[in-house]
């Protein structure tokens, strides 16, 4: 099977996220559309539902038109304009709203997993998807913007069950003392490790065996207590790591994600022991001016295929 995992910043990223437009959304279906072979299950963070941000410059075609329906449809006629039999069936999961009133919200948050027709999804949580939320620190904890993860199981070939979990943490908390006075402050904030040991209960509470992967923006470095939270006592693998053949320091110096003139090392795949690695084929570096995915969105996409 082959997955791919893209924080693709609200499809807003040439106007710094301000607004969504369709040429964004058009060139990242695009982008999508020419993987070959095509993925099983895409998963994306920071994608809206309906909002003033979402339709401002690119307006719905029809009422009621979210801005993933609006996606997976261009993504579907890409598709079938390279000649590629695949569709896929798109599953939101809501994660915040910021309201101008009960008819238009300012903007939304959430996350969205799409799997490809014909694969067999047997239960996810889009309904009502898991708050992994740390609040704590907040000092108006109603404005703390949700975090969740969206979980999909599904059936493989071989008739085996895989769980996915999809997620996207905080940013570390400027309300406590190590954001001031470390150096490196992604996934140091004990926040975001508040919000990874809540997300590590989630998946041991839901998964049905160790053929699991753990996907997302996690806004945490490598070697940073969050990641090592994830693979230490969450007895987690990093298959990017493994692969590649990376240390901690190594891994940092691999950017997924960019700010002005920041590189991180934010986006992690993370399996369980019935996963079996095969490649990240696809993957660029952020900044890779060769890859089909350079400077449409403030990350790049892991892109890898495994056997479970």
């Known amino acids: 099977?082959?997955?791919?995992?893209?924080?693709?910043?609200?499809?807003?990223?040439?106007?710094?996220?301000?607004?969504?437009t369709k040429r964004a959304m058009q060139r990242i279906a695009e982008a999508i559309a020419a993987l070959e072979p095509p993925c099983d299950v895409v998963c994306l963070q920071e994608v809206e539902t309906?909002?003033?941000?979402s339709t401002l410059a690119h307006p719905?075609?029809?009422?009621?038109?979210?801005?993933?329906?609006?996606?997976?449809?261009?993504?579907d006629r890409e598709l079938a304009a390279r000649g590629v039999r695949e569709s896929y069936e798109a599953y939101y999961f809501p994660a915040h709203k910021y309201k101008v009133s009960k008819a238009l919200p300012f903007y939304t948050t959430g996350l969205a997993v799409l799997?490809?027709?014909?694969?067999?999804?047997?239960?996810?949580?889009?309904?009502?998807?898991?708050?992994?939320?740390?609040?704590?620190?907040?000092?108006?904890?109603?404005?703390?913007?949700?975090?969740?993860?969206a979980h999909v199981r599904v059936r493989t070939e071989s008739g085996e069950s895989l769980d996915v979990f999809n997620t996207h943490l905080s940013l570390?908390?400027?309300?406590?003392?190590?954001?001031?006075?470390?150096?490196r402050r992604m996934g140091y904030g004990p926040n975001q490790l508040g919000e990874a040991r809540?997300?590590?209960?989630?998946v041991e509470q839901e998964r049905k065996s160790d053929a699991f992967l753990i996907v997302g923006d996690f806004n945490a470095l490598p070697g940073s207590p969050v990641y090592r939270y994830l693979v230490g006592e969450g007895q987690l693998t990093d298959p990017f790591?493994?692969?590649?053949?990376?240390?901690?320091?190594?891994?940092?110096?691999?950017?997924?994600?960019?700010?002005?003139?920041?590189?991180?090392?934010?986006?992690?795949?993370?399996?369980?022991?019935?996963?079996?690695?095969?490649d990240f084929?696809?993957?660029?570096?952020?900044?890779d001016k060769g890859s089909p995915f350079h400077l449409l969105s403030d990350h790049v996409p892991l892109i890898g295929r495994f056997r479970a």
Request: charged content about 25%.
């Open 1 to 20: 099977m082959r997955i791919l995992t893209y924080n693709v910043r609200y499809f807003g990223h040439a106007t710094r996220g301000l607004a969504s």
């Open 50 to 53: 309906e909002s003033l941000r």
């Open 60 to 75: 719905h075609d029809r009422h009621g038109q979210t801005q993933l329906g609006r996606f997976v449809e261009m993504l």
């Open 115 to 149: 799997a490809r027709a014909g694969l067999s999804v047997n239960h996810h949580n889009a309904g009502e998807p898991h708050d992994i939320t740390h609040r704590h620190l907040h000092p108006v904890k109603g404005l703390k913007q949700t975090r969740i993860c």
């Open 172 to 183: 570390p908390s400027t309300m406590s003392r190590e954001f001031w006075v470390r150096e």
């Open 198 to 202: 809540n997300l590590l209960r989630f």
């Open 241 to 278: 790591a493994r692969v590649h053949r990376m240390n901690e320091e190594e891994l940092r110096h691999w950017p997924t994600a960019g700010f002005m003139r920041l590189r991180m090392h934010l986006d992690h795949v993370f399996v369980g022991r019935g996963v079996e690695w095969l």
């Open 281 to 287: 084929d696809g993957s660029s570096p952020f900044g």
